[in-house]
């Protein structure tokens, strides 16, 4: 494969398996300065260009693959060099599409998502067996959270963090697992926004979360400066925020005592790799909070709307109904963890000078989930499915160290996974016109005492579902979630989603470990939906017109969007209308469809 201006020459060889995803030997990896009189075109061995190239199945250390083993060592008037990824990136803006304006931004993207991993590894070479993943299939929640490798493979970029330093990095990365006490701040009520679900308040909810002596004490600090208690609202603020944007920022309003901080907590919290959101690890118990966060990250500015979170509770409470009263959902065990209470802060000057949307107005607002703890039979354990595609220093998958200790095979195994992820996400499609957005980051896994898969839980739900249908009923507040697309694509949020942006790497973790073969492993989802369609004959049309089993589906590339703008890949407002697509997947589940013959 030649750089842009047919310069510098990469070799390197790799398996293929389904959905055009390469496995990379990447001690094969070579990079040569080509002499002038043989350099030739960009392209591949074969002769084509890469639909793929940087995006689904591309490695985080920027590498990519190539189907060939031709010509592997070099040639005459070849100069070896050294392996340098942004160099990589720099040497193929052009078939990438990177702009002058995101190549030097997206390079440090990059480079901060190689130190993370660095840093991971380095933690694993210093503790090789309590990292390992034997003994992380044994460990609890925030073990494996610290540890695991992967989040969203989908994005080479995924742990850019810019904004954060070297020090913040120690102090608030989830690899770190530094415990964080975090800073609350009080806000005047007419300048902010509280909201709540059903049985929720704003009283009751800060008296479990802080407890009385901490409210007390914050209320001291309120009534020494003269101010009433009962005219502020209690936000609790990522003490990076405080620091770096709203001590600054908003000096304007603390001097006016709009604002007033009032000290931190005296729970200490563990950051996840969502990187904004904390789970409680003094009280596992009570709800994680998600704070927002003026750091760039995967293609996002991480703020938090106090506009936009105002509804955030209805939905979540009206998903939970809907959850609730669905015999195929409850069957499967399958649930949500509800965001119950939103609260933000509207900093006037800003909103009189910005649009909505504005990072400005999304500098000063949290939200708390309900955390899954409380909900745990004795003896069960949960942990977030991004770490199903972790593989530790030794080469070990987590996905197979779960498989052993079970002690069943790996087909029974991946289908007990499979009816508790799966058919959830293809019920709530084809029953409801719902599609989640159900990446590793946003599903926690239920396992039980041997490291089977008993039920799933879903989070992040206001941000990330959408109602596909433009007549579903459903509440004014919960209209947000309506995202209208054409009904040729209401097979994608599955397709694209799950089957080639998580599926698809499972899948090559257990082929390329000898675990369990890739046709194995597509035969066994396959069937796993073909029983739930059979078990739904009141749904054949549903299932007809929205074919899961197609022969090939539209490649929806993730990764362009961010290569394209990596500070707003997409609008929150209408994501589908952001969708790059390039060509066709040939479907891994066709084969195995119902009726073909095999």
Known sequence: MDSDDGQVRYRFTAQRLALDH???????????RLAPDRTTPGTRADGTQADRTLTEGTRADGTRADSTQADRTGGSGETPLPLDVLAFLTEFRGTLGLSDTVLPVYLEETTATLSALAFRYAAQEAAP????????????QQAVEAAMTEGHPC???????????AGDLLAYAPEAAAPVHLVWVAARRDLATFSAGEGTGYEELMDAELGRAVRDRFDGVLRARGLEPDDYLLIPVHPWQWEHKLAVTFAGEVARDRLVPVGRSDDAYLPQQSIRTFFNASRPDRHYVKTALSVLNMGFMRGLSAAYMKDTPAINDWLAGLVAGDPVLTGAGFSIIRERAAVGYHPLPYEAATAPGSPYRKMLAALWRESPVPGLAPGRTAVTMAALLHVDAEGRSYAAALIERAGEPPERWLRGYLDAYLVPVVHCLYAHDLAFMPHGENVILVL????????????????????????????????????VVPEDQWALPVLTDVVDCFLRFLSAVLHTGGVLDETAFWRTAAACLADYQGAHPELAARFARYDLFAARFPLSCLNRLQLRDNTAMVDLADPSAALQFAGELDNPLHPFRPGARR
């Open 22 to 32: 390469w496995h990379v030997d990447l001690a094969s990896l070579t990079r040569h």
């Open 129 to 140: 067996e309590a990292l390992s993943s034997p003994a992380l299939a044994r460990a609890g």
């Open 155 to 165: 994005f080479v970029a995924n742990s850019g963090r810019l904004g954060f330093g």
């Open 448 to 483: 039980d005492g041997d490291g089977r898969v008993e039920r799933t839980v879903f989070k992040d739900i206001a941000e990330e579902i959408a109602v596909l249908s433009p007549d579903a009923p459903m509440p004014p507040r919960v209209e947000r979630v309506r995202s």
